[in-house]
């Protein structure tokens, strides 16, 4: 099949996301599959020649990529970009798209993970991997998730939504409760997100969150164990536990570096049958209340009285090759490559079915 991976893009989760588009497109392209990879911010800007013969780019125009230790400089990115304009996409990327029997969707983030491409390419006719546009805008919106998880009956931390500016900043210190979480409710990756236990923290977390959005969830903060749980066709795979290392919280170094920074990944979780089974039913509970499709992983923290909290849920997981999905796959006997082709296949039926 000809299938386009897009990537990249322009939100907080870029590197993250070249990472992705770029591992899947070569597992695809490893299983005989005539797969490119296109940034969606900056598109085809170096490549010349009719469109239909980039699919068959000798490399796939896949480069070497890392994630770094820091968020993406966009202004940078933006200043970077040859075909300046206001689009968020580049340069021949719908175009592109529609000559694709698939598009796979490796974006994480704003414009990825929020609906908007989802649309554009449902409105074009042009099949694409995971969930629709409504689903997938309501799963990265965390206060609408949140409403959702509590009409459907998925335990979840006590929260409210707000949105404030730096005058509000002195009020909300003095009267919101500590210790809480901060979400601006868009975000991923661990960007935007603090975990203050002091008054002091609250102040810095409100200042440093507010650089990400002025629109957030502030919830009850709850201690235990932090496990994920994938979904993928309709089952529950392998709940991971992730431990981030002593004294540091899962934060975007803990997600992304190796070495002593790196939280450790256990997979499968170190649970019994009752706890697997209650997160396990908790995630897929949550994945057909929003009407999501093929894959998602849903992150929790389980108490010590064995109560599973539910705290967001992920229509567009990492999917690099050490990502949490492909290990809880690799646990059910597929491959990274499988994984990559299943959900394409996936997919494509869903959309048959829609």
């Known amino acids: 099949m000809k299938i386009v991976v897009l990537g990249g ?45 980039a699919f068959g780019a000798a490399d796939g125009f896949c480069g070497d990529v890392a994630i770094e230790k820091t968020a993406p400089d966009l202004e940078a990115v933006k200043a970077a970009r040859k075909f300046q304009s206001p689009s968020r996409l580049g340069k021949n990327v719908l175009e592109v798209c529609a000559l694709a029997d698939c598009v796979f969707l490796g974006l994480h ?60 900043i002195p009020h909300l210190v003095e009267t919101l409760p500590v210790p809480c979480a901060v979400k601006v409710v868009g975000g991923g990756s661990s960007i935007g997100v603090a975990l203050p236990d002091t008054r002091e923290e609250l102040k810095t977390a409100l200042e440093e969150v507010l650089q990400y959005g002025s629109r957030v969830v502030v919830e009850e903060k709850i201690a235990g164990r932090e496990l994920t749980v ?94 949490l999905i492909p290990k809880a796959a690799a646990v059910a006997g597929i491959s990274y490559g499988e994984l990559c082709e299943k959900i394409v296949f996936l997919s494509l039926a869903e959309k048959n079915k829609r």
């Open 109 to 168: 983030g704003a414009d990825g993970e929020d609906g908007k491409i989802q649309a554009a390419l449902e409105l074009m006719g042009v099949p694409y991997t995971g969930s629709g546009p409504l689903s997938s805008g309501m799963a990265m919106d965390k206060a609408v998730a949140k409403m959702v998880m509590n009409s459907c009956g998925v335990l979840t931390p006590q929260g409210r939504e707000l949105t404030y500016t730096a005058e509000d």
């Open 230 to 323: 994938p979904v993928l066709d309709q089952q529950y795979l392998s709940p991971i536990e992730i431990v981030p290392p002593e004294g540091m919280t899962f934060d975007y170094v803990a997600k992304y570096q190796s070495g002593a920074e790196a939280a450790r990944e256990l997979c499968p979780a170190p649970i019994t049958e009752e706890e697997k089974q209650l997160l396990g039913e908790a995630a897929l509970k949550l994945h057909h209340a929003l009407g999501l499709s093929v894959y998602s992983r849903t992150d929790f923290i389980l108490d010590k009285a064995g109560r599973a909290w539910c705290l967001e849920v992920n229509t567009l997981p990492g999917m690099t090759p050490n990502s």
């Open 9 to 53: 893009g322009l939100s907080t989760e870029r590197h993250v996301s070249l990472v992705t588009a770029t591992s899947v497109c070569k597992a695809l392209r490893q299983r005989g599959h005539q797969a490119i990879f296109v940034d969606m911010y900056l598109g085809l800007e170096n490549f010349e020649g009719p469109l239909e013969a």
